[in-house]
């Protein structure tokens, strides 16, 4: 009796669906560990034990700070990396094929304030379908997605041309600069999907995002003299009301054809406000701290001279901060805009890859953020964006993914590979 042997692709997607509930339990265990940014040695540990068992070659390393510092794309930072390795696990191909790298970070920012959580932020519990705590969607789901991907690959006897890096790297949050140090280590490849939360839509750009500070000066005064005083609030206010306006003009007037909505994508906005030292003195200084969103296409130099000027402009208009002009600066976290060619060939593949596991044609936009996709596309690596974690939980309260979409993304990620990378016969 003859048996007709299934096509190793439909294997593959067909192994995923049964290993459910191995996807899940995994990506369940990644939220457990609670990686925040400074203390991602745990879960690289992890991950390190888990490609082990995939047979893969594993890179385990801490960045060098002093070689980051001497490289284009380093953002500074305040901590360094003892004890913080980035990690890379290489399926070897057989020879022939393209080189794929899956990139994702497994560093994610503090679930503060606690109390405001209705669920163990750490808890990775599953309900209704989503899995909830802190990186479930920033990104766990999709480092999920990808390295089961590889598992399904490998678990099904797939041998493929090309070679497939998992590169797992800390401090994106705050810099970028793991991503970085993996390029300058020499982990470069044909192409590279980047497997933030992108919604499962195809992302081949993303924004870019700076941090801002705007000092404002007034002037005290005792409260029995009080109408000599000038409230560094009430100047601070005036210039909250300016970033305002700076962010309605740049959203009604820049434009992208992968942004058709750029309200997400040039979120311009004051996130703290520190003013005052004691209720009954009127403050003389106000620090507003803050973050402005970039186009691809724009510069960073561009972008921060185009702000500085409009909060010049808007001073200029009140008597008192014309003469006490507020200074501006950006500091901190500082990334640029990129994106490639939606007809780039990774892009098409990842395109083709989604029809062929859902049946559905993907949304093809931009990502409204800034990611590491901008230091590998950089550094010459074509980068798209593309992962089952949701941009509306990304820093979220009670953050969760979809079950649904992380084995959705599972199976799209290996299809790409193998489509990609060639499988050898």
């Given at each position: 009796?003859?048996?007709?042997?299934?096509?190793?692709?439909?294997?593959?997607?067909?192994?995923?669906?049964?290993?459910?509930?191995?996807?899940?339990?995994?990506?369940?265990?990644l939220i457990r560990i609670p990686s925040v940014t400074e203390h991602e040695a745990e879960i690289q540990s992890f991950i390190a034990d888990k490609m082990n068992q995939l047979g893969l070659h594993i890179a385990l390393w801490e960045p060098n700070l002093e070689e980051l510092r001497e490289a284009p794309g380093y953002v500074p930072v305040k901590a360094g990396y003892e004890g913080r390795p980035n990690l890379v696990g290489l399926l070897k191909g057989e020879g022939g094929g393209r080189s794929l790298i899956f990139n994702g970070h497994v560093d994610v920012i503090p679930p503060e304030p606690k109390g405001a959580w209705t669920i163990d932020p750490w808890g990775g519990e599953l309900r209704e379908g989503r899995i909830y705590g802190r990186g479930a969607s920033d990104m766990k789901s999709g480092l999920a997605s990808m390295i089961m991907a590889v598992k399904a690959v490998v678990d099904s006897g797939v041998r493929l041309n090309?070679?497939?890096?998992?590169?797992?790297?800390?401090?994106?949050?705050?810099?970028?600069?793991?991503?970085?140090?993996?390029?300058?280590?020499?982990?470069?490849?044909?192409?590279?999907?980047?497997?933030e939360m992108s919604d499962l839509q195809i992302q081949p750009a993303a924004t870019g995002s700076m941090w801002f500070e705007i000092l404002v000066r007034g002037r005290s005064a005792s409260m029995s003299r009080i109408w000599e005083a000038v409230s560094a609030i009430e100047k601070g206010y005036r210039i909250v009301r300016a970033i305002s306006d700076f962010e309605s003009i740049r959203t009604a007037e820049k434009k992208h054809p992968l942004y058709p909505d750029t309200r997400g994508s040039l979120a311009c906005f004051p996130g703290m406000f520190q003013?005052?030292?004691?209720?009954?003195?009127?403050?003389?200084?106000?620090?507003?701290?803050?973050?402005?969103?970039?186009?691809?296409?724009?510069?960073?130099?561009?972008?921060?001279?185009?702000?500085?000027?409009?909060?010049?402009?808007?001073?200029?208009?009140?008597?008192?901060?014309?003469?006490?002009?507020?200074?501006?600066?950006?500091?901190?976290?500082?990334?640029?805009?990129a994106e490639i060619s939606a007809d780039h060939p990774i892009c098409t593949t990842l395109i083709g890859s989604f029809e062929r596991c859902t049946g559905e044609t993907p949304t093809v936009r931009g990502h409204?953020?800034?990611?590491?996709?901008?230091?590998?596309?950089?550094?010459?690596?074509?980068?798209?964006?593309?992962?089952?974690?949701?941009?509306?939980?990304?820093?979220?309260?009670?953050?969760?993914?979809?079950?649904?979409?992380?084995?959705?993304?599972?199976?799209?990620?290996?299809?790409?590979?193998?489509?990609?990378?060639?499988?050898?016969?």
């Open positions: 009796m003859h048996v007709t042997q299934m096509p190793i692709h439909d294997k593959v997607l067909d192994n995923i669906e049964k290993d459910r509930g191995e996807i899940v339990d995994f990506l369940q265990r090309g070679d497939v890096m998992l590169q797992t790297v800390i401090d994106e949050e705050y810099s970028g600069n793991g991503t970085l140090a993996c390029v300058l280590k020499g982990y470069r490849a044909d192409a590279a999907i980047s497997c003013s005052g030292a004691y209720p009954s003195s009127p403050p003389d200084l106000c620090l507003i701290k803050g973050r402005m969103g970039t186009l691809p296409g724009e510069t960073v130099e561009g972008s921060q001279r185009e702000f500085t000027e409009f909060i010049q402009r808007a001073a200029s208009c009140d008597p008192w901060l014309r003469s006490n002009p507020p200074e501006t600066k950006f500091v901190g976290y500082c990334g640029e805009p409204d953020g800034c990611t590491d996709a901008r230091i590998l596309i950089r550094y010459g690596i074509p980068t798209v964006i593309f992962g089952p974690g949701t941009i509306t939980q990304m820093h979220a309260t009670n953050e969760w993914a979809r079950v649904d979409h992380v084995v959705t993304a599972t199976k799209v990620n290996a299809m790409a590979m193998m489509q990609w990378c060639g499988v050898a016969e």
